[in-house]
C-alpha cells in the first residue's frame, strides 16, 4: 500500500518517533525532534550502516570530525562561491522566494477585468477572467520581485567574542570535507593501501530556502558519508579502478536498501545528465526511492574524481598524494562518494514498512521494520497485571533480556490492545506472561516455567521456556526464522 505523509507525520507524533522542533513555542521551521521511539531507529540505522559498510570492511576506517571547521575549507570546496540559489525578494511582503519556484506555486491575483476581485490560481495557469499571468509576488500578488541575486544556503556564524569579518565561521554544509582535509592524517596514522575509504556520520546543515515534507528536507540533518580512495592509474577487471568502484559502490548500496527492507519496486537508479552534474563531478548516480511525495532522491553516488584532493592541496599548500609503490610516483587518488541522509533514509524505513490490514474483522496498523532496525525488539506482557507473581517474572524477564537488546514491558491494557501498540511501532516480538508460567500456589499447582512469543508479522505463536529466551531472541534477532523457532517449540493460540 502507499501510505501519505500526513498518516506517517501522525504516527510519528502519537507515538514518540518524531516531533515537530520547539512545538509548545509554535515549533521552528523544518526542525524536528526525534522522540523516544525516534532516537531509537535512528541509532539502529546509522548503527547498522556503520557495521556493514566500516567495521566489516578491512579497506573502510571511519572519523568524527568537528561541525565547525577552518572557513578556507569552504573556499577550496567550492561551497562559499558555488553552495547558492538564485532568489528573488517580494518588495512589499518582503517574502523571499528560490527563483527557479516562484511559478511552481499557486498565485495571488487581484483581477482588474473583475473589480479587482482577489483570486488564488493555480500554479503556471493565466487568469480565466482576464488572461493575465503572475509577474508580482505569488503570495500578496502586490509586490514587484526583485531580479535573482545569488544567495548562499551555508549557515554562518563567528568563533569567538567578536562578531567581524576575520571570525566568520560556517556549519558544515556536508561530512564529506573532513575526510579530504584528513587524508593525510588518516592514510599515514594507519598506513593504508589504496583502494581505501574513509566513513563518517553526523550532522550537516543548509539554509535551504524550500525545505519540507517533513523530515525529507530540513535545515538540521544527519548524512553518512563515504570517501572512497582509488588509483586512477589502476584498472580492475579490465576497467578504470574508479569507474568499477562507482559502480560497486552503487549496487552495494542498493543491496544495503533491500536488505533492510526497502521493496525492489519502490527502488531505481537515476544518471544524472550532463547538465546537472555538480562541478566535482564526472558521474553520478542517485538511488531514487518512491516515498509518498513521489519518487526522490534518496543517496547520491558521485565519482568526485580528484577535484576536492587537488582544491585542498592548492589551498593549503599541504601535499595530498599517495606514494604508489609499484610505479614509484606520488599520485592524486579519485574518489567515490557513497553519500545518504539518516533523516530521508529512516523516512524511507518508515515509509516500506507501514502497512494496514484486517485481522478478525479490526483494523490492524503494523510497522513490518526489519528487526535489526525495530526501535523495541522484545515487550514483555504480563497477562494479568493484579498476579503479583505474573508481573514480578514479567519484569524478571524484561531485565534479562535488556541487558542486550530494548524491551519494554507494559501492562496498561488488556493484551489484545498491547498487541496492537507493539504492531504499530513495528516490534517485532511479544512475551506474554501468563497463569500458566507462574502455576497456582493455592492449589498447589506448579507453573510450566514457559512464555508465549507471538511474532509479529505472522501473528503466530510458540510456547518457550524462560531460560530459552535469550538464545532464541539471538537467533531471531539477528536475522534467524521465525520458521525455525515455530518449528522447535509447540504452537499456541
Ligand atoms: N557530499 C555530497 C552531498 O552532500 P547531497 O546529494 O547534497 O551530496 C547527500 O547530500 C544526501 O544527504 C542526500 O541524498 C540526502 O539523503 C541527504 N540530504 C541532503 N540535503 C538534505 C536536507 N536538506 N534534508 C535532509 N537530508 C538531506
Known sequence: MTVTMDTLVSLCKRRGFVFQSSEIYGGTGSCYDYGPLGVELKNNLKRLW?????????????????????????????????????????????????????????????????????????????????????????????????????????FKTFMGPVEEEASVAYLRPETAQAMFVNFENVLQSMRLKLPFGIAQAGRSFRNEITPGNFIFRTREFEQMEIEYFVNPRDTVEGRPADEYWHDRWIADCMAWFRRYGLREENLRLREHGQDELSHYSKRTVDIDYRFPIGWSELMGIANRT?????????????????????????????????????????????????????????????????????PVKVAILPLLKKREEIVK??????????????????DTAAIGRLYRRQDEVGTPYCVTVDVQTIG????????????????????????????????????????????????????TT
Open 440 to 491: 497456582d500456589s493455592e492449589k498447589g499447582e506448579a507453573g510450566d516455567g514457559k512464555v508465549t512469543i507471538r511474532d509479529r508479522d505472522s501473528m503466530e505463536q510458540a510456547r518457550v521456556p524462560i531460560d530459552a529466551l535469550p538464545g532464541v531472541f539471538h537467533d531471531l534477532l539477528s536475522g534467524g526464522a521465525w520458521a525455525q523457532v515455530a518449528s522447535r517449540y509447540p504452537a
Open 50 to 154: 556503520w557495521r556493514d559498510f566500516v567495521q566489516s570492511r578491512p579497506d573502510m576506517v571511519g572519523i568524527d570530525a568537528s561541525i565547525l571547521m577552518h572557513p578556507s575549507v569552504w573556499k577550496a570546496s567550492g561551497h562559499l562561491d558555488n553552495f547558492t540559489d538564485p532568489m528573488v525578494d517580494c518588495r512589499e511582503c518582503k517574502l523571499r522566494f528560490r527563483a527557479d519556484d516562484v511559478d511552481t506555486r499557486p498565485w495571488t491575483h487581484y483581477c482588474a477585468a473583475t473589480k479587482g476581485n482577489r483570486f488564488t490560481i493555480p500554479a503556471g495557469e493565466p487568469c480565466s477572467h482576464c488572461g493575465a499571468r503572475r509577474t508580482l509576488c505569488p503570495d500578496c500578488g502586490k509586490g514587484e520581485l526583485t531580479a535573482p541575486r545569488q544567495f548562499n544556503l551555508m
Open 306 to 374: 580528484d577535484f576536492d584532493l587537488k582544491q585542498h592541496a592548492k589551498f593549503s599548500g599541504k601535499s595530498l598524494t599517495y606514494f604508489d609503490e609499484e610505479r614509484k610516483e606520488h599520485v592524486v587518488p579519485y574518489v567515490v562518494e557513497p553519500a545518504s541522509g539518516v533523516d530521508r533514509a529512516l523516512l524511507a524505513f518508515l515509509a516500506d514498512a507501514y502497512a494496514e490490514e484486517e485481522v478478525r474483522g479490526e483494523k490492524r496498523v503494523v510497522l513490518r521494520f526489519h528487526p535489526e532496525l525495530a
Open 393 to 410: 517474572t514479567a519484569h524478571g524477564i524484561r531485565d534479562a533480556l535488556a541487558k542486550q537488546w530494548r524491551v519494554v514491558y507494559d
